[in-house]
């Protein structure tokens, strides 16, 4: 008999949490410290290019030492989940075919060399569950001097299709056509 009262305890407390975590309401992401954004635009070669990410700040840190990207460590690209990349029409990055989808977007940085990488794993939360057997394109670019500190990581995309990410003194730019 004690064991029928106690499994009848356990169960109901196991019925009382998992019916309290259903009720709760989603994580409100706007008061996240970084928070999310999205830039889109609609290119001249006719693409709509959309880019959603969560926007660090960088509070006094250092780039590289104090807060990523990291040099030769894959980065989100942003904060939180990650940063997602997509276009309603086929493209070329910097010159290399993309199809039409949405993607994960990580950068990979070493010095001054950033690879550009873009993942069909986008729905994932920063890059820990990054698989390089996933890229479905690598592209290299440059990190360049900005002409003036960024305190809240911006993504840019213009009519051109000139995409730029400044954050610090970092700038890095591709083209999409």
Request: charged share 25%; aromatic share 8%; hydrophobic share 35%.
């Amino acid at each position: 008999m004690k064991k029928l009262i106690t499994m009848a305890l356990v169960a109901s407390g196991l019925m009382i949490s998992a019916n309290s975590k259903a009720q709760k309401t989603p994580e409100d992401k706007s008061k996240r410290p970084s928070k999310a954004d999205t830039v889109t635009q609609k290119i001249k070669g006719g693409a709509t290019i959309t880019i959603a990410y969560s926007q660090p700040l960088l509070k006094g840190r250092t780039i590289g030492k104090d807060v990523e990207p990291m040099d030769g460590k894959v980065w989100r690209t942003g904060a939180n989940e990650a940063t997602t990349f997509e276009t309603d029409k086929n493209v070329t990055i910097n010159g290399k075919n993309l199809a039409a989808g949405k993607y994960g977007f990580f950068t990979l940085f070493n010095g001054d060399e950033v690879t550009l990488i873009f993942n069909k794993t986008w729905n994932q939360w920063g890059a820990f569950n990054y698989k390089e057997a996933d890229d479905i394109l690598r592209v290299q670019t440059k990190k360049m001097d900005a002409s003036s500190s960024t305190e809240k990581m911006t993504f840019k995309i213009n009519k051109s299709g000139l995409v730029t990410l400044l954050w610090g003194t970092m700038k890095v730019e591709f083209t999409v056509h």
